[in-house]
C-alpha cells in the first residue's frame, strides 16, 4: 500500500505562482512513478505531469508544458509540481497518483485544491 499526502494548494491571482508536493512515506517512493492529475468542476480529469521513479524522464500535459515543472526529491520522499504563470483555466482540485508507469493511478492522494483568480 502507498500513501500520497499532496500539500501546496491555495488562492492565488492570475499570473501567480504556486508549489504543490506529494510526500509518500515508506521505502517504495524512490520506485514509483508520481503522476499530478486535475479536475475541476464539471470537467473530466485531466493529466498534468508525470516523473518517472529516476527522476530522468519527466511528461505533460498539453495546457500546461512550459509553466509548470515537475521534479522529484528520492531522499526527502517528495515531489513537487511548481506552477508559473497560473491561469483561471487551472483551478481544480490537484490530485498526485502512483504506479509502475506514467499515467498510473494505483494508489491516489486526497487532492488539494487550487484557486486563481482573475
Known amino acids: 500500500q502507498v500513501q500520497l499526502i499532496e500539500s501546496g494548494g491555495g488562492l492565488v491571482q492570475a499570473g501567480g505562482s504556486l508549489r504543490l508536493s506529494c510526500t509518500s512515506p515508506?521505502?517504495?517512493?524512490?520506485?514509483?512513478?508520481i503522476n499530478w492529475f486535475r479536475q475541476a468542476p464539471g470537467k473530466e480529469r485531466e493529466f498534468v505531469a508525470a516523473?518517472?521513479?529516476?527522476?530522468?524522464?519527466?511528461h505533460y500535459g498539453g495546457s500546461v508544458k512550459g509553466r509548470f515543472t515537475i521534479s522529484r526529491d528520492n531522499a526527502k520522499n517528495t515531489v513537487y509540481l511548481q506552477m508559473n504563470n497560473l491561469k483561471p483555466e487551472d483551478t481544480a482540485v490537484y490530485y498526485c497518483?502512483?504506479?509502475?508507469?506514467?499515467?498510473?493511478?494505483?494508489?491516489w492522494g486526497q487532492g488539494t485544491q487550487v484557486t486563481v483568480s482573475s
Open positions: 497518483a502512483a504506479g509502475p508507469v506514467v499515467g498510473s493511478t494505483d494508489y
Open positions: 515508506g521505502r517504495t517512493f524512490s520506485r514509483i512513478t
Open positions: 516523473i518517472t521513479s529516476s527522476g530522468f524522464s519527466t
